[in-house]
């Protein structure tokens, strides 16, 4: 499985971006999803995850209320819709495949494949 992260950038606090995750090989529909975030000389941190069919969603306390995370099976794409953007949300994001599961989890240690990771920079 590979996963090639997109959608990072610079954006003004308050503002809003989208990440996409697209995955090649496996079969993406069979497997849950998740999305990580990481500063330099910090752990990396779970934001959110999703199910194999999307059903079963799982956030972080911090971006509840404000992100959202989807995936479009026919796609085989994860997405990350981030609004009302805080500097503290500024972050290295990763996206990751749990290959074993089908249900949404908050551990990275359950995660097999990671994406590159993408950058987001928000200004205050």
């Known amino acids: 499985v590979q996963l090639q992260a997109s959608g990072g950038g610079l954006v003004q606090a308050g503002g809003s971006l989208r990440l996409s995750c697209a995955a090649s090989g496996g079969t993406f529909s069979s497997y849950a999803m998740g999305w990580f975030r990481q500063a330099p000389g910090k752990e990396r941190e779970f934001v959110a995850a999703i199910g194999w069919n999307g059903r079963h969603i799982y956030y972080a306390e911090p971006v509840k209320g404000r992100f959202t995370i989807s995936r479009d099976n026919a796609k085989n794409t994860v997405y990350l819709q981030m609004n009302s953007l805080k500097a503290e949300d500024t972050d290295v994001y990763y996206c990751?495949?749990?290959?074993?599961?089908?249900?949404?989890?908050?551990?990275?240690?359950?995660?097999?494949?990671w994406g590159q990771g993408t950058l987001v920079t928000v200004s205050s």
């Open positions: 990751a495949a749990d290959t074993y599961g089908v249900d949404p989890t908050n551990d990275p240690a359950d995660y097999d494949y």
